[in-house]
């Protein structure tokens, strides 16, 4: 039997599949310090036991997206706000390579995000 997390993944069909897969083991080797974990019925990632991000699908252009906690701290011209208060997402074009440098510069920022909240 598959955990939820697991199933979250193997559900998806072709592109989406393998592009959440992607994104995925991305953010899990991206440092030994991310772990995965399934709240609020979606695949979340932690650095240090901190919430930074999580995978999900736009219902509207039903493209995967990374979504960042702290996104209204994070200012790159990627990131979409649309109705969220707290809450950024990064869509990511399933016609194209995922721009993993992008991908980079905004988990080292909401990374460092963190860091900030923790010194104080």
């Known amino acids: 039997m598959l955990s939820p997390i697991d199933q979250y993944f193997s559900e998806k069909n072709e592109p989406l599949k393998s592009c959440l897969q992607f994104l995925r083991g991305f953010i899990l080797n991206y ?17 240090k036991t901190k919430r930074f ?9 039903e493209l995967p997206y990374v ?23 990064w ?3 399933l016609n194209e390579d995922v721009d993993v440098e ?13 860091h900030r909240k923790v010194e104080k």
């Open 67 to 89: 979504g960042f906690v702290d996104g209204n701290k994070m200012d790159h011209s990627g990131l979409l706000t649309e109705k969220r208060s707290r809450m950024k997402i």
């Open 31 to 47: 440092s030994p310090d991310i772990r995965e974990e399934w709240r609020y019925s979606m695949p979340f990632y932690t650095w």
């Open 91 to 93: 869509l990511v074009d």
């Open 102 to 114: 992008v991908l980079k510069t905004l988990l080292i920022e909401s990374i460092s995000l963190i």
């Open 53 to 61: 991000c999580y995978l999900w699908v736009h219902k509207k252009y």
